[in-house]
């Protein structure tokens, strides 16, 4: 019974500790540190992409779609033309300098 | 300036305006961060997080409650993130937790070394059992409990937080306390 007692006050000694609790002051650098993470995180993201506007990234956008396509369209008929003319005299069939009886 | 415009101000990512935020709030956030996390340094780095947090989501912010309510609700999800985080590391200890029978009250396996600055020394060592066995608690109870009795928050305000009714705060409160009630009877028995 009596066992009862003392746990049951030292139950109510245990949950009364709340109220004791005192108050815990922020680190005085607290502020100035967070806002030291918030903005230079910020800062530095900003410096490094800035100059990069969103008009600036269509203009470059447009050229290099430009740049591609004209290149493609060279390609394709110089390509083709150089890699036939080649063709062509490595197998004799260049008709410029092939020699036959007719045409002695 | 109106809450409004002040969070219009937040909007803008102005470092004035965050400035005001942290000087309004650290204290507040901290208090309720060392609350949840007895241990200075743990409770100092969560509500960093949450002040990050706050300048990440600011734009989201539709203004449906109030902003202190608004931060009072990062800070209580940051707050049990780690707990639950600390708490499956330290697994062993958990599932001892699950099988019932565990009335010990083990600091090596609570999830931070207890450093409460604001406990008074000579009790303690009662503190620590008090914090021990809230760590027992179903997560909800724990929530309750602790802004209620630690963070001598109001039920109104705990309301807001939780999004609960002031009528589950009160049941949820009281069952947080009859099973603390509970743990702590089996800890002094099977201390005797």
């Known amino acids: 019974m009596k066992t009862d007692k003392n746990i049951q006050d030292k139950v109510n000694q245990t949950l009364d500790v709340v109220e004791s609790l005192q108050q815990v002051k922020v680190s005085p650098f607290f502020k100035d540190q967070t806002l030291q993470r918030l903005f230079d995180k910020e800062e530095e993201k900003q410096t490094f992409w800035s100059w990069f506007t969103p008009q600036l990234q269509l203009a470059a956008l447009v050229c290099i779609v430009a740049v591609n396509v004209y290149t493609i369209t060279q390609i394709k008929n110089s390509v083709y033309e150089s890699s036939v003319s080649t063709f062509a005299s490595d197998y004799g069939l260049d008709t410029s300098t092939e020699d036959t009886l007719f045409n002695l | 300036m109106t809450e409004t415009q002040f969070i219009e101000a937040l909007k803008t990512q102005s470092r004035a305006a965050f400035a005001k935020l942290l000087h309004d709030y650290e204290q507040k956030v901290f208090g309720t961060c060392l609350s949840f996390v007895p241990n200075k340094e743990d409770a100092e780095d969560i509500a960093q997080e949450v002040f990050v947090e706050v300048f990440n989501s600011i734009n989201k912010f539709k203004g449906d409650s109030k902003l202190s309510t608004w931060i009072y609700r990062i800070t209580t999800n ?28 083990d600091k090596a396996s609570y999830f931070t070394e207890i450093n409460h600055p604001g406990l008074i020394l000579e009790q303690k060592e009662i503190s620590e059992t008090l914090f021990l066995a809230i760590n027992k608690l ?7 409990f602790t802004l209620s009795k630690i963070d001598d928050k109001s039920y109104k305000e705990i309301s807001e937080i939780t999004n609960k009714s002031i009528g589950s705060i009160e049941s949820l409160l009281f069952r947080a306390k009859k099973n603390l009630q509970n743990i702590l009877e089996e800890f002094y028995k099977s201390q005797m």
């Open chain 2, 78 to 105: 940051k707050c049990l993130e780690l707990i639950r985080k600390r708490k499956t590391k330290k697994r062993f200890a958990f599932l001892q937790s699950l099988s019932g029978d565990d009335y010990t009250l």
């Open chain 2, 138 to 144: 179903p997560e909800t109870q724990r929530l309750v």
